[in-house]
């Protein structure tokens, strides 16, 4: 089994950046892709930006040139780097990985609020 700490999650104004960050551990060895998933109140969870263990990267159409995701596949954390942050980037973040066999495990979500 794999678990998920995250943490960077708070309040800032529209305009602003946070970093977010996800620790694994447990069977490491078998994480294959990383991300970052979003769920606003009253909507639907949706991924916000991918990345596989070589790389390759995914963002949704919202974030692109706003969000950089990168991972250390050393130290096996998966950090996603939020700039200009709006007020429509407000929601719950969650840290989420798929390992060998397609199980999916989620981090425990952490709150991002943009206000003014």
């Known amino acids: 089994q794999v678990q998920l700490a995250e943490s960077g999650g708070g309040l800032v104004q529209p305009g602003e950046s946070l970093r977010l960050s996800c620790a694994a551990s447990?069977?490491?060895?078998?994480?294959?892709?990383m991300g970052w998933y979003r769920q606003a109140p009253g909507k639907q969870r949706e991924l916000v930006a991918h990345?596989?263990?070589?790389?390759?990267?995914g963002y949704a159409d919202s974030v692109k040139g706003r969000f950089t995701i990168s991972r250390d596949n050393a130290r096996n954390t998966v950090s996603l780097q939020m700039n200009s942050l709006k007020p429509e980037d407000t929601a719950v973040y969650y840290c989420?990985?798929?390992?060998?066999?397609?199980?999916?495990?989620w981090g425990q979500g952490t709150q991002v609020t943009v206000s003014s």
């Open positions: 989420h990985v798929f390992t060998l066999g397609g199980i999916q495990t």
């Open positions: 447990g069977t490491i060895s078998r994480i294959t892709r």
């Open positions: 990345i596989s263990p070589s790389g390759n990267l």
